[in-house]
C-alpha cells in the first residue's frame, strides 16, 4: 500500500528531516511511527500526502510513484487518505454535522450520499447526539472522534494521524486508540506518529523508530523501547 | 465533476458581504473606470460625427462641378498624385457623397429629404505632405482655378482646434481610465486575497481532503464575476443616462452648431456591450489569478 524507497528530505536551511529512509508497509497494517520530537515523523506523514516531495529517493502510494504526480491529481490522490491531526483541524463556525459534511461537499459528492453517510460515521464515532454542537462545545476527545469521522467518512484507503492523541489524556486515548483500532479492522491501513509509550506499549502492532531522520528500527508487534 | 450548487451560491454570498466596505469600493472603482472608457468613446465618437468630411489628416477639399467630365476628374487625379506637396489623395463620388450627407443629417431629415445624390458634388480630399496654413493656401489656391473646379475648401483653424482638443481630452479620458482601471484591478486582487485569508482554514480543510484547486477556486471567481456584472452594468446605465441628457440639452438649447455631435444608439449600444464584455472579462480574469496567487494561504 504505501513503499517508501531511501527517500530523503532537506528542508530549506540544511535541516535534514529524513534521511535514506526505506520502508515498506502492507494493505490493512496498523504502523506507529516513534521517535523524538524533531526525528522526522511528521515529515514522513506529509509526505505520504504530497504536502512535501523529498529530494531523493521515491514513494509509492496505491501503487502510484506520487513524486511524479502532476498538480491536478494530488486531490485525487487525498480522497484515498484520511488525515488526523493533534489540532484537530475542525472549523469553529461549523457544526459538528457540518464539519464533517463539508468534506464531502468539497469533493462534490451528491447530497443524498451526504445525507446518508454523516449520519452514519457520526454514529459510528459515538458522537449522533452532538451533530448541532459547535467544536467548542465539545471536549477534546470529542473534537479528536469528529476529525476521525471527517477524515474516515469517505472511506479512504489510508488514514495518517499524527499525534492524534497528543493534546488528550491517557483515559481519553485511550479510546481514540479504540477508534483507530475498529477503522483499521475495516482494511483500512493507518500510520500513526506518536511519542506516548504507554499507547505504543499496550498496543503491540508494528512500530517504525526513527531517531534524527533515519530508521532505526522496524519491529512487528514492537513496544516504544 | 459535479459543483454544488448550494455549495457555491452560500460560499460566494458569504465572501461579497464579509467585507461589504471593500465589495462597495471595487464596485465603484470599476464603475467609474468603465464609464471614462465609455466616455472617452464617446467624445471620439461624436467628434467624428461631426467632422466625417475632416478625417485622418485631411486638410482640402476640392469640390468639382456635378458637371465635370470624365477627363477633367482624370486630369485632377493625375495632378494630384504627380504634385509633390500633396501625400495622399481620395476621390469622393456622388453616391459616397450622399451617404455621409444621410449619416450627418440622420438628426434633421427635414435637410436631408432636399438632397439628391446628383445634387452633390463629386470631390477629392487631399492630405498635404506638410498641414501649415501657407503650404495648404499654396495649393487651394493652385487648384481652384483648375479646369471642372467649382470649389475647394480647406479645414479651418477652428476645426482644427476642436480636434485637437477633443482628441486630448479624449486621451486624457483614457489615460485616467487606465489609471482607475488598474486600481480597480488592485482592488480586486486585495478583495479576494482578503476574503482567502479569511477563509484560511477552511482552504486548508479542503486541499486536505482532496478538493480540486478549481473548486477552491470557484467561489472567489465569482465574487469577482459579480463585482464586474455590478460594475459594468453601473456603467452602462451611467453612460445612457449622460448620453440622453447631453442629447436632449442639445435639443433643448436649439444648439445647431453641435447638433452632429450628437451620437447614436446604436453607438451607445456598441460601446456598452464592450464596456460589459471587457468589466466581466477582466474582473473575472483578475479574481482567476489572485485566486490562484493566493491560494497557498
Ligand atoms: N517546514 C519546515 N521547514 C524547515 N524545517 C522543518 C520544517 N518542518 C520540520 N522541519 C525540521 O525537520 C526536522 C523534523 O521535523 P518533524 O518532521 O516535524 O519531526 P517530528 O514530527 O518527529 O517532531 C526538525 O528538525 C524540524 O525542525
Ligand atoms: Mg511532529
Given at each position: 500500500?504505501?513503499?517508501?524507497?531511501?527517500?530523503?528530505?532537506?528542508?530549506?536551511?540544511?535541516?535534514?528531516?529524513?534521511?535514506?529512509?526505506?520502508?515498506?508497509?502492507?494493505?490493512?497494517?496498523?504502523?506507529?511511527?516513534?521517535g523524538?520530537?524533531?526525528s522526522?515523523?511528521?515529515?514522513?506523514?506529509?509526505?505520504?500526502?504530497?504536502?512535501?516531495?523529498?529530494?531523493?529517493?521515491?514513494?509509492?502510494?496505491?501503487?502510484?510513484?506520487?513524486?511524479?504526480?502532476?498538480?491536478?491529481?494530488?486531490?485525487?490522490?487525498?480522497?484515498?487518505?484520511?488525515?488526523?491531526?493533534?489540532?484537530?483541524?475542525?472549523?469553529?463556525?461549523?457544526?459538528?454535522?457540518?464539519?464533517?459534511?463539508?468534506?464531502?461537499?468539497?469533493?462534490?459528492?451528491?447530497?443524498?450520499?451526504?445525507?446518508?453517510?454523516?449520519?452514519?460515521?457520526?454514529?459510528?464515532?459515538?458522537?449522533?447526539?452532538?451533530?448541532?454542537?459547535?467544536?467548542?462545545?465539545?471536549?477534546?476527545?470529542?473534537?479528536?472522534?469528529?476529525?476521525?469521522?471527517?477524515?474516515?467518512?469517505?472511506?479512504?484507503?489510508?488514514?495518517?494521524?499524527?499525534?492524534?492523541?497528543?493534546?488528550?489524556?491517557?483515559?481519553?486515548?485511550?479510546?481514540?486508540?479504540?477508534?483507530?483500532?475498529?477503522?483499521?479492522?475495516?482494511?483500512?491501513?493507518?500510520?500513526?506518529?506518536?511519542?506516548?509509550?504507554?499507547?505504543?506499549?499496550?498496543?503491540?502492532?508494528?512500530?517504525?523508530e526513527l531517531d534524527r531522520?533515519s530508521i532505526v528500527r522496524d519491529?512487528?508487534?514492537?513496544?516504544?523501547? | 465533476?459535479?459543483?454544488?450548487?448550494?455549495?457555491?451560491?452560500?460560499?460566494?454570498?458569504?465572501?461579497?458581504?464579509?467585507?461589504?466596505?471593500?465589495?462597495?469600493?471595487?464596485?465603484?472603482?470599476?464603475?467609474?473606470?468603465?464609464?471614462?472608457?465609455?466616455?472617452?468613446?464617446?467624445?471620439?465618437?461624436?467628434?467624428?460625427?461631426?467632422?466625417?468630411?475632416?478625417?485622418?489628416?485631411?486638410?482640402?477639399?476640392?469640390?468639382?462641378?456635378?458637371?465635370?467630365?470624365?477627363?477633367?476628374?482624370?486630369?485632377?487625379?493625375?495632378?494630384?498624385?504627380?504634385?509633390?506637396?500633396?501625400?495622399?489623395?481620395?476621390?469622393?463620388?456622388?453616391?459616397?457623397?450622399?451617404?455621409?450627407?444621410?449619416?450627418?443629417?440622420?438628426?434633421?431629415?427635414?435637410?436631408?429629404?432636399?438632397?439628391?445624390?446628383?445634387?452633390?458634388?463629386?470631390?477629392?480630399?487631399?492630405?498635404?505632405?506638410?498641414?501649415?496654413?501657407?503650404?495648404?493656401?499654396?495649393?487651394?489656391?493652385?487648384?481652384?482655378?483648375?479646369?471642372?473646379?467649382?470649389?475647394?475648401?480647406?479645414?479651418?483653424?477652428?476645426?482644427?482646434?476642436?480636434?485637437?482638443?477633443?482628441?486630448?481630452?479624449?486621451?486624457?479620458?483614457?489615460?485616467?481610465?487606465?489609471?482607475?482601471?488598474?486600481?480597480?484591478?488592485?482592488?480586486?486582487?486585495?478583495?479576494?486575497?482578503?476574503?482567502?485569508?479569511?477563509?484560511?482554514?477552511?482552504?486548508?480543510?479542503?486541499?486536505?481532503?482532496?478538493?480540486?484547486?478549481?473548486?477552491?477556486?470557484?467561489?472567489?471567481?465569482?465574487?469577482?464575476?459579480?463585482?464586474?456584472?455590478?460594475?459594468?452594468?453601473?456603467?452602462?446605465?451611467?453612460?445612457?443616462?449622460?448620453?440622453?441628457?447631453?442629447?436632449?440639452?442639445?435639443?433643448?438649447?436649439?444648439?445647431?452648431?453641435?447638433?452632429?455631435?450628437?451620437?447614436?444608439?446604436?453607438?451607445?449600444?456598441?460601446?456598452?456591450?464592450?464596456?460589459?464584455?471587457?468589466?466581466?472579462?477582466?474582473?473575472?480574469?483578475?479574481?482567476?489569478?489572485?485566486?490562484?496567487?493566493?491560494?497557498?494561504?
Amino acid at each position: 500500500m504505501i513503499t517508501l524507497e531511501n527517500v530523503t528530505k532537506v528542508y530549506k536551511g540544511d535541516v535534514v528531516a529524513l534521511k535514506d529512509a526505506s520502508c515498506e508497509i502492507q494493505k490493512g497494517e496498523f504502523v506507529f511511527l516513534v521517535g523524538p520530537s524533531g526525528s522526522g515523523k511528521s515529515t514522513m506523514i506529509r509526505l505520504l500526502n504530497r504536502e512535501e516531495v523529498p529530494q531523493a529517493g521515491k514513494i509509492f502510494v496505491a501503487g502510484k510513484d506520487i513524486n511524479g504526480l502532476s498538480s491536478w491529481k494530488i486531490p485525487y490522490l487525498r480522497r484515498n487518505i484520511g488525515c488526523v491531526f493533534q489540532d484537530y483541524k475542525l472549523l469553529p463556525n461549523k457544526t459538528i454535522y457540518e464539519n464533517v459534511a463539508f468534506a464531502l461537499e468539497v469533493i462534490g459528492r451528491p447530497k443524498h450520499v451526504i445525507k446518508t453517510q454523516v449520519p452514519a460515521i457520526l454514529e459510528l464515532v459515538g458522537l449522533a447526539k452532538k451533530q448541532r454542537n459547535y467544536p467548542d462545545e465539545l471536549s477534546g476527545g470529542e473534537q479528536q472522534r469528529v476529525s476521525i469521522a471527517r477524515a474516515f467518512v469517505n472511506r479512504p484507503l489510508i488514514l495518517l494521524a499524527d499525534e492524534p492523541t497528543g493534546n488528550l489524556d491517557p483515559a481519553t486515548s485511550v479510546g481514540i486508540m479504540r477508534l483507530l483500532d475498529r477503522i483499521n479492522r475495516t482494511g483500512t491501513t493507518v500510520v500513526m506518529a506518536t511519542h506516548d509509550r504507554g499507547i505504543v506499549d499496550s498496543m503491540r502492532r508494528r512500530v517504525v523508530e526513527l531517531d534524527r531522520g533515519s530508521i532505526v528500527r522496524d519491529q512487528v508487534r514492537g513496544v516504544y523501547e | 465533476m459535479a459543483l454544488n450548487v448550494d455549495y457555491v451560491a452560500r460560499e460566494t454570498g458569504t465572501n461579497l458581504v464579509r467585507n461589504v466596505g471593500l465589495t462597495i469600493a471595487t464596485i465603484l472603482t470599476v464603475v467609474v473606470s468603465l464609464v471614462l472608457v465609455g466616455a472617452a468613446f464617446l467624445i471620439r465618437q461624436g467628434v467624428d460625427n461631426a467632422f466625417t468630411t475632416w478625417r485622418g489628416g485631411i486638410e482640402l477639399i476640392i469640390y468639382l462641378e456635378p458637371t465635370a467630365t470624365p477627363q477633367q476628374t482624370a486630369a485632377m487625379r493625375t495632378s494630384l498624385a504627380d504634385n509633390p506637396e500633396v501625400k495622399r489623395s481620395e476621390y469622393v463620388d456622388k453616391e459616397t457623397a450622399y451617404k455621409e450627407a444621410k449619416k450627418l443629417f440622420k438628426n434633421s431629415p427635414e435637410m436631408l429629404s432636399s438632397i439628391k445624390p446628383s445634387d452633390l458634388p463629386p470631390s477629392f480630399r487631399v492630405v498635404p505632405v506638410r498641414g501649415d496654413v501657407a503650404t495648404v493656401k499654396v495649393l487651394e489656391n493652385q487648384y481652384a482655378k483648375s479646369a471642372g473646379v467649382r470649389e475647394v475648401f480647406s479645414a479651418n483653424d477652428t476645426i482644427r482646434t476642436v480636434q485637437a482638443i477633443a482628441g486630448f481630452i479624449s486621451n486624457l479620458v483614457v489615460l485616467a481610465a487606465l489609471i482607475l482601471g488598474m486600481t480597480a484591478a488592485v482592488l480586486i486582487l486585495n478583495t479576494i486575497r482578503m476574503a482567502m485569508f479569511a477563509r484560511r482554514r477552511e482552504i486548508e480543510v479542503m486541499k486536505l481532503v482532496g478538493a480540486t484547486n478549481w473548486f477552491i477556486r470557484v467561489p472567489f471567481m465569482l465574487e469577482g464575476l459579480v463585482q464586474g456584472i455590478f460594475g459594468s452594468v453601473l456603467a452602462v446605465a451611467v453612460l445612457v443616462f449622460g448620453n440622453n441628457l447631453f442629447n436632449s440639452q442639445l435639443d433643448k438649447r436649439g444648439i445647431k452648431l453641435l447638433a452632429n455631435f450628437a451620437v447614436s444608439n446604436s453607438d451607445v449600444t456598441g460601446i456598452s456591450v464592450i464596456l460589459v464584455v471587457v468589466g466581466i472579462t477582466v474582473s473575472v480574469i483578475f479574481s482567476g489569478i489572485a485566486a490562484s496567487l493566493y491560494l497557498d494561504v
